[in-house]
């Protein structure tokens, strides 16, 4: 959940339309006209998407959403572009009005489109000229929105995504603005899945952990996160959590050492 406190920003923002009409001034994004993007029951989609020099794989990310109009019969939208790489790659929308959904996330597949990941409440609830704060939060393979400090969504994905570039995205035939974004990062994790007991403690103390560690990625085996309840849960989340996969020994190793997935001998 949001705590209220402003995020930061890594570096002065810098903004490039990729589709679209927008203008820019330091700290906003106004999206004035799409370009026309396929069409939904028959009728064209006019959309403009508009990526910024700040990146996020884990950690959150906050915008004010703001809409013009928000009219019944027009396909609007607004709302963040995740894990951008190309567009070409796959990549996320976390975004209000789409669709005619209050709030939704779906992700954009190269050769078939965009495919809703979740949906829900109506766009009808929706009002114009009002600020919408919109924080997604991203962990691994796992996927949060809030808007206005109200958890929405807690989504785990199919699979981890290979960008970091942010940006936003908007449809529609009115204006959609976008101000004060924020990011906050967190250290990615790797979970390790291995049996307990010699030698595979010092395997893992000596050589996986700090090995690991000194890539900048934080390691966690579950004997030190597990908690009361089932044990299998906690291994379930601590993997949707990690960027990484798992790496698994069943049994002693001569004369060998494994590390993040290498035979070292």
Known sequence: MTNGQPLRQQAPLSWTAISGKWKFDSSTANYQEGTTSGSVAGRPVSLGMALTNQSIQDGRARIKVIFDSLAPDDLQGGGFVIEYRSSNERYLIAQLAASQAAYSIAEFLPGFGWQAIVTAGEKANLQPNREYLVEVSLR??????????????????????????????????????????GTESEQPSVFVAMQFGEPFDTIYKQVIQPGVSNLGVQVIRIDEVAGPG?????????????????????RPIKTSFMSSGTLMR
């Open 140 to 181: 691994g393979q796992r996927i949060s929105l809030d808007v206005d400090g109200v958890r929405i969504f807690g989504q785990i994905l199919r699979a981890p995504l290979q960008g970091k570039q942010l940006g936003v995205i908007a449809s529609g035939s009115s204006p959609v603005h976008f101000k004060g974004l």
């Open 230 to 250: 089932i044990v299998f849960e906690d291994i379930q989340r601590n993997i949707s959590e990690s960027r990484s996969s798992s790496l698994k020994l069943r």
